[in-house]
Nanobody, 125 residues
Framework: QVQLVESGGGLVQAGGSLRLSCAAS????????MGWFRQAPGKEREFVAA????????YDADSVKGRFTISRDNAKNTVYLQMNSLKSEDTAVYYC??????????????????WGQGTQVTVSS
């Protein structure tokens, strides 16, 4: 089992920045690829970004390219999502997730084995 706890969400003005963190406990964190997803009210869950076990590969959704950066610190069992130039359409609950795979479907929710409870990000315009 892997337990994931997100933090760092909050209210920010458009154009501002936030850094989300996801702390993992349980099985060896470094064996898992990690991803961030988000879900806005009334919308389906959406892939945001993913990172491989060793940080050698990352993959970002087109909607956040150039604005969001995913990273991880395996020594701290933590994955981060640095969000810059935030827009009102980034408002959502953000979830981190862990996957034992890092393949072509890493942007799909079914690839992930464990999920956090989510943290709210609200961007005011």
């Amino acid at each position: 089992q892997v337990q994931l706890v997100e933090s760092g969400g909050g209210l920010v003005q458009a154009g501002g920045s936030l850094r989300l963190s996801c702390a993992a406990s349980g099985r060896t964190f470094s064996r898992y690829a990690m991803g961030w997803f988000r879900q806005a009210p009334g919308k389906e869950r959406e892939f945001v970004a993913a990172i491989s076990w060793s940080s050698g590969s990352t993959y970002d959704a087109d909607s956040v390219k150039g604005r969001f950066t995913i990273s991880r610190d395996n020594a701290k069992n933590t994955v981060y999502l640095q969000m810059n130039s935030l827009k009102s359409e980034d408002t959502a609950v953000y979830y981190c997730a862990a996957s034992s795979r890092f393949g072509p479907d890493i942007d799909r929710g079914y690839e992930y084995d464990y999920w956090g409870q989510g943290t709210q990000v609200t961007v005011s315009s």
